[in-house]
C-alpha cells in the first residue's frame, strides 16, 4: 500500500528545510524524515542532496 502524499509538487517551506537539516543531523532514517515532513522519501532525498546533507539509509 503506497501513502498518500496530498502535497505533490508544493515548494519547500524555510521550516521545513530547516527541520529536514535538524533532522538529518540527528541521524534520522530517511523514511522516518520523510514521514515527519509528510513528503515522499525521493523528494526527500532529492532535496537533501540538493543541500549537501547526508541520510541514514535505515535505522
Given at each position: 500500500m503506497k501513502d498518500k502524499f496530498e502535497r505533490h509538487k508544493q515548494p519547500w517551506t524555510a521550516a521545513e528545510i530547516d527541520k529536514l537539516h535538524t533532522l538529518a543531523?540527528?541521524?534520522?532514517?530517511?523514511?522516518?524524515i520523510a514521514k515527519a515532513?509528510?513528503?515522499?522519501?525521493?523528494?526527500?532525498?532529492?532535496?537533501a542532496k540538493?543541500?549537501?546533507?547526508s541520510i541514514a539509509k535505515l535505522r
Open positions: 543531523r540527528k541521524g534520522m532514517a530517511l523514511k522516518a515532513l509528510t513528503r515522499s522519501e525521493e523528494t526527500v532525498k532529492a532535496r540538493q543541500d549537501g546533507l
